[in-house]
């Protein structure tokens, strides 16, 4: 028979395991809520998104340098003319309220000026390499992020989280990064003759970038991702073909045409065609604001890229500045942001006195989130808004 004693220390050597094991899972737990299928689908998604920027700029790169092809309105108009052929053509087939003359009959002022948008930040974004660097190109070209966040918190009544925020913070530190690492390596950086010129078009266009992204936003998860790229086309391709005959045929004459010319034409429309196509469905998923986070990386792929196309040096910064950019973005979509109430809701329970009965009943009401990280996140007590 075994004394107390020795029967006391069994015990205790036999609870220790237990404890360890109840330990365990939890720190699991809280792995698997961080990086769960959602978070890895949103990042890889952005990561698509970037891949097709990479693809236009390389094309565009071959273009203008080898080619010297300097035709961005023509570029861009290809683009709009197969937008017009799938999704405008799609609309027009269609029957009842979401066929294209009833939606023009509703809303053709709003898309005229939205196409007149997208047409021209396009442009001014592309013009501003030939007055600017390449270093202030990229730096302000990320002033499309602080307009996307302000104007879907006034106008989308999106409201975002100290997390949020932190993860802006992270992914433009990581973008200071790697311009930090062009000047390192001595990048190509452009001429900058008319550089204060070339800065406010870049300002320009990254702003009506913004206006185009929050209202592309609203478009997509309230009426339809076709009817937005039909309008596009319909209208993009009406003025960008106005801008062509105007301003860059006698560029488009000057263009020595073979087939090596063509493919780089046809790999560049098809890039970009992807990518309008595409981004209606990420941005619906996500925002716009993470969305615009996400394509940071595109100028790194680019760069990778020139590594083997266009012997740029490499620099151990560009790998930094790729991890602390998805790092950028964990931290903003590992959060849901949430939409503000309704004015009209205020109104309904500013008096905490009323009785319930007395509200009128305006509609179901139910929690109110977005889906910066795919999966909606419930507070305790709900913010309402009107369905």
């Given at each position: 028979?075994?004394?107390?004693?020795?029967?006391?220390?069994?015990t205790t050597i036999e609870t220790i395991p237990s404890e360890t094991v109840t330990a365990s899972?939890?720190?699991?737990?809280?792995?698997?809520?961080?990086?769960?299928?959602?978070?890895?689908?949103?990042?890889?998604?952005?990561?698509?998104?970037?891949?097709?920027?990479?693809?236009?700029?390389?094309?565009?790169?071959?273009?203008?340098?080898?080619?010297?092809?300097?035709?961005?309105?023509?570029?861009?108009?290809?683009?709009?003319?197969?937008?017009?052929?799938?999704?405008?053509?799609?609309?027009?087939?269609?029957?009842?309220?979401?066929?294209?003359?009833?939606?023009?009959?509703?809303?053709?002022?709003?898309?005229?000026?939205?196409?007149?948008?997208?047409?021209?930040?396009?442009?001014?974004?592309?013009?501003?390499?030939?007055?600017?660097?390449?270093?202030?190109?990229?730096?302000?070209?990320?002033?499309?992020?602080?307009?996307?966040?302000?104007?879907?918190?006034?106008?989308?009544?999106?409201?975002?989280?100290?997390?949020?925020?932190?993860?802006?913070?992270?992914?433009?530190?990581?973008?200071?990064?790697?311009?930090?690492?062009?000047?390192?390596?001595?990048?190509?950086?452009?001429?900058?003759?008319?550089?204060?010129?070339?800065?406010?078009?870049?300002?320009?266009?990254?702003?009506?970038?913004?206006?185009?992204?929050?209202?592309?936003?609203?478009?997509?998860?309230?009426?339809?991702?076709?009817?937005?790229?039909?309008?596009?086309?319909?209208?993009?391709?009406?003025?960008?073909?106005?801008?062509?005959?105007?301003?860059?045929?006698?560029?488009?004459?000057?263009?020595?045409?073979?087939?090596?010319?063509?493919?780089?034409?046809?790999?560049?429309?098809?890039?970009?065609?992807?990518?309008?196509?595409?981004?209606?469905?990420?941005?619906?998923?996500?925002?716009?604001?993470?969305?615009?986070?996400?394509?940071?990386?595109?100028?790194?792929?680019?760069?990778?890229?020139?590594?083997?196309?266009?012997?740029?040096?490499?620099?151990?910064?560009?790998?930094?500045?790729?991890?602390?950019?998805?790092?950028?973005?964990?931290?903003?979509?590992?959060?849901?942001?949430?939409?503000?109430?309704?004015?009209?809701?205020?109104?309904?329970?500013?008096?905490?006195?009323?009785?319930?009965?007395?509200?009128?009943?305006v509609g179901p009401l139910e929690p109110s989130v977005t889906y910066t990280s795919l999966g909606?996140?419930?507070?305790?007590?709900?913010?309402?808004?009107?369905?």
């Open positions: 028979m075994m004394p107390e004693h020795q029967n006391h220390v069994v899972p939890s720190l699991l737990q809280r792995m698997k809520k961080v990086f769960n299928r959602e978070l890895l689908l949103t990042l890889a998604l952005g990561q698509v998104l970037s891949l097709l920027i990479c693809g236009i700029g390389l094309t565009s790169k071959y273009l203008a340098d080898d080619y010297h092809a300097n035709t961005p309105v023509f570029q861009c108009f290809l683009n709009y003319i197969l937008l017009f052929l799938v999704y405008t053509t799609t609309l027009a087939v269609r029957q009842g309220e979401e066929n294209l003359l009833a939606i023009l009959k509703r809303r053709w002022w709003k898309y005229m000026i939205l196409g007149l948008i997208d047409i021209e930040a396009n442009y001014l974004v592309i013009k501003a390499y030939q007055y600017t660097t390449l270093t202030s190109v990229q730096l302000l070209d990320c002033f499309v992020i602080p307009v996307v966040l302000l104007l879907s918190w006034f106008f989308l009544l999106v409201r975002y989280k100290v997390l949020h925020f932190v993860g802006v913070g992270v992914c433009l530190l990581g973008m200071g990064c790697m311009v930090g690492a062009d000047v390192l390596v001595g990048r190509q950086q452009g001429l900058g003759d008319h550089k204060l010129l070339g800065d406010l078009l870049v300002l320009a266009g990254a702003t009506l970038y913004g206006i185009s992204n929050v209202c592309e936003e609203f478009i997509v998860k309230n009426l339809s991702r076709v009817e937005f790229l039909g309008m596009m086309g319909l209208f993009g391709s009406f003025f960008s073909g106005i801008q062509l005959a105007i301003m860059e045929h006698k560029e488009l004459l000057k263009v020595q045409w073979d087939w090596q010319i063509g493919l780089l034409y046809i790999g560049f429309s098809a890039c970009m065609f992807g990518l309008y196509s595409f981004m209606p469905v990420v941005i619906k998923r996500t925002s716009a604001t993470a969305v615009n986070l996400s394509l940071l990386t595109a100028d790194l792929y680019s760069l990778f890229c020139g590594l083997f196309l266009f012997q740029y040096k490499f620099s151990g910064l560009y790998l930094l500045s790729f991890f602390i950019i998805i790092l950028g973005l964990v931290f903003y979509s590992s959060s849901s942001t949430y939409v503000a109430q309704d004015p009209r809701v205020y109104k309904q329970f500013r008096n905490v006195g009323n009785a319930i009965t007395d509200t009128p009943t909606q996140e419930i507070e305790e007590e709900p913010r309402v808004r009107v369905a």
